[in-house]
Every structure is written in C-alpha cells, then in structure tokens.
C-alpha cells in the first residue's frame, strides 16, 4: 500500500519553528516530485515547498523562512518552518506523485500572535 503519513503539526507562537515530517512508503519507492501544500480556511490548496528533478522550489511568501529535504535512506519529506507567522497557518499536506498522486492526511499547524 503506498502512503504518506504526516507528523509535526501543532500550535506555536509567532516567530516559532516547527518541523514536519512525511514518512513514505513503500520505502523503495522514489517519489517526484515530493513536497508540502497548505491549504487555509477559506482559500485554495497552494504549493509550499516541494523537491522536483533534485532541485527545490519554494513559494515566494516562505522563501528564507522553510526548507524542504528528503532522508532517502528513510523516504521522508521534512519541512522545516521557522520565522513562522499567522498567515502561515493552515492544514498542510505531504504530496508525492509515483504514477498517481499521492496525499498524506494533512496535519494543522496553527500559529498565533
């Protein structure tokens, strides 16, 4: 069964860091691109950070702030988010495309002032 489960959502202040993980699996499986969108109350679901072709791309209101990487060895996507502010709150969700695409099950990070 291919899946991608999601860890490190939670509520942190503004100006915190939290780091979220997607473990995928199969574990031999090499996803691509892979990476994280977010989704907040009220707008449409947008890229935040993903790998692709072995580079990175990042949206422009995170750029200096997140940092996508991958644990090959693990087939886990991290998204290391600093400087976090309240716009960045949302549900975000790991997304791996192999074949189909693929969706964790989102986890709710919620950053308050």
């Known amino acids: 069964q291919v899946q991608l489960v999601e860890s490190g959502g939670g509520l942190v202040q503004a100006g915190g860091s939290l780091r979220l993980s997607c473990a995928a699996s199969p574990k031999n499986f090499i996803f691509n691109p892979m990476g994280w969108y977010r989704q907040a109350v009220g707008k449409q679901r947008e890229l935040v950070a993903r790998?692709?072709?072995?580079?990175?791309n990042y949206r422009d209101s995170v750029k200096g702030r997140f940092t996508v990487s991958i644990d090959n060895a693990k087939n886990t996507v991290y998204l290391q988010m600093n400087s976090l502010k309240p716009e960045d709150t949302a549900v975000y969700y790991c997304?791996?495309?192999?074949?189909?695409?693929?969706w964790g099950q989102g986890t709710q990070v919620t950053v308050s002032s």
């Open positions: 997304y791996g495309k192999f074949g189909y695409d693929y």
């Open positions: 790998v692709i072709d072995g580079g990175t």
